[in-house]
Structure formats: structure tokens, C-alpha cells
């Protein structure tokens, strides 16, 4: 345990290194599926689904399984994908920046959940906007977002980065992404208030933390217009987190499945 935590922090102090996921873990599609250059204002779709499994951290809440259908639309000024809306601000050389509107769609729990949850108050998924910005340079795609919620009146920043290289028919990218979120949006999601205390379930405040995620993307294109995407992680979730009385699971792997038809 003692080495997998030191293996974490050598691979966060890596990223930071590098510049101090990645998007959506199908959303390298679009390069991948275009062969030939698209004019500047020419216009893009394409449809699919995605199927994904992830491991909840609150106690006696199984695994939730995620079937998305998947819509995309590109053109001039906008990038739309998955739950993930872009509005593009431009590009200055390897970098560019994009106004940004998504939904969280596996956040929050409903107290019949689980025997564990009974008697706390809904905690609702989030739609969520802000700014990120992309340096994509030879050696690795760069990211960051800042993210910010009505509901929960917090927010999140995620630095991540990613390096693809073909190995065979497929297109490997691995990448590493550290998240950090500040201690209302920690409060909402995995706090206890003092009206929903039990005896057996303390009263909790939440404080800021970050998690850790890191995985492998596979991406093969069936045809010039289909590819199908396999991408596995693991999440370490961070202390303000873990420390929650509603919380038994530190980690989180993941699987994600998708196929995409781009007209």
C-alpha cells in the first residue's frame, strides 16, 4: 500500500514536472477518424454510444454502469460531444481555449441508495461551466479546465496529459490527470450535516482535496468513418474524500467502452 501510494504521488509530481483526462475518453475520435483536412467552416456529426462501469465510493452503493448515447457536432465555432459542450475562443499557435458547459453525470446519491445513505438528503448530479485550455505539443497534450456548479457553488481544477503513439492497427494514449476540488463541492457530494447525523454516521465537513487518475486508451478505427475505443483507469481518491463517514472505497477502476460513426 505504502509503495502504491509513493508509485501516486512520483506520478503527480511527474505531471507537474512536465508543465507544471484528458476529454472525454472517446473524444480522440475525431482526429483519428479524419483523414483529410476540413475546411475552416465546414461542419461535422456523427453518432454512437458509450457504455461505461465505475466504482462509487459510498458505502453499500454497487457499481454504476452508464449507457450514453453519443452525439457529435463540430463546426467553426463550437465542439459538441458526449455530455460536453465546447465554445471555441481560439488557438495561438500549440495552444487553444474553449468556453465550457457539461453535465456530471454520475455525481451525487439518493438516501434508498443504501442502508448507509437512509436519511440523507439528494444529492443532485451537476451541470457545470467554465474555461480550459489545450497545449498540445510534440511530446504530450496538455490540459487544463476550471469548472464551477450552482448547485453545489463549487469547483474543480484538472490538470491532465496525454501522449498517443500507434502500435500496431491501434492508437494507444496514455494519460494521467490530477483534479482538485475545493471544500463546497467536497461538502456537498460527501458531507454529513448536523440534521442527517446518526450514531452510527458522523457529522462531516468537507475539505478540499484532489484526486489521482491514470489509465490507458485504446483507439482502433474499424473504417475511415468507424472506431471503437476502449479506455481503462484507476482513481485515487483524495483525503477529504476517504475521510467521510459515507465513504468505503478509496479507489475507483474504471472501463469505458464506445463506438462512433462519423459522417
Not at 475518453?25 to 475525431?30: M, P, R
Not at 452525439?71 to 475562443?89: A, P, S
Not at 456537498?188 to 489509465?215: D, L, M, P, Q, W
Request: hydrophobic share 35%; aromatic share 12%.
Amino acid at each position: 500500500m505504502h509503495h502504491f501510494k509513493f508509485t501516486c504521488r512520483l506520478a503527480l509530481a511527474a505531471l507537474i514536472g512536465t508543465t507544471l483526462s484528458a476529454a472525454a475518453s472517446i473524444s480522440y475520435a475525431d482526429t483519428i477518424l479524419t483523414e483529410e483536412p476540413q475546411a475552416a467552416d465546414a461542419s461535422q456529426w456523427g453518432l454512437g454510444i458509450g457504455l461505461g462501469s465505475e466504482s462509487r465510493p459510498y458505502r453499500g452503493v454497487s457499481n454504476h454502469v452508464t449507457v450514453l448515447p453519443l452525439v457529435l457536432y463540430e463546426n467553426r465555432w463550437i465542439h459538441f460531444f458526449g455530455n460536453t459542450l465546447d465554445v471555441k475562443l481560439g488557438s495561438v499557435d500549440q495552444f487553444s481555449f474553449v468556453l465550457r458547459a457539461k453535465y456530471a453525470l454520475n455525481d451525487g446519491y439518493k438516501g434508498s441508495d443504501s442502508e448507509a445513505l437512509r436519511g440523507m438528503d439528494e444529492r443532485k448530479g451537476s451541470a457545470w461551466g467554465g474555461v480550459a485550455g489545450t497545449w498540445d505539443n510534440p511530446y504530450a497534450k496538455v490540459s487544463l479546465e476550471w469548472l464551477t456548479a450552482g448547485s453545489t457553488k463549487g469547483n474543480t481544477v484538472k490538470l491532465g496529459v496525454e501522449h498517443g503513439f500507434a502500435m500496431g492497427g491501434f492508437q494507444l494514449t496514455p494519460h494521467l490527470s490530477t483534479t482538485w476540488m475545493d471544500s463546497k463541492y467536497v461538502d456537498y457530494y460527501y458531507g454529513v450535516k448536523t440534521s442527517e447525523a446518526t450514531a452510527e454516521r458522523a457529522a462531516y465537513t468537507g475539505k478540499s482535496t484532489a484526486n489521482i487518475e491514470f489509465g490507458v486508451r485504446a483507439d482502433y478505427p474499424l473504417t475511415r468513418n468507424q472506431i471503437i475505443t476502449l479506455d481503462v483507469g484507476e482513481l485515487q481518491r483524495g483525503n477529504g474524500i476517504k475521510d467521510s463517514p459515507l465513504v468505503d472505497k478509496s479507489s475507483a477502476a474504471s472501463v469505458r467502452v464506445g463506438y462512433l460513426y462519423k459522417f
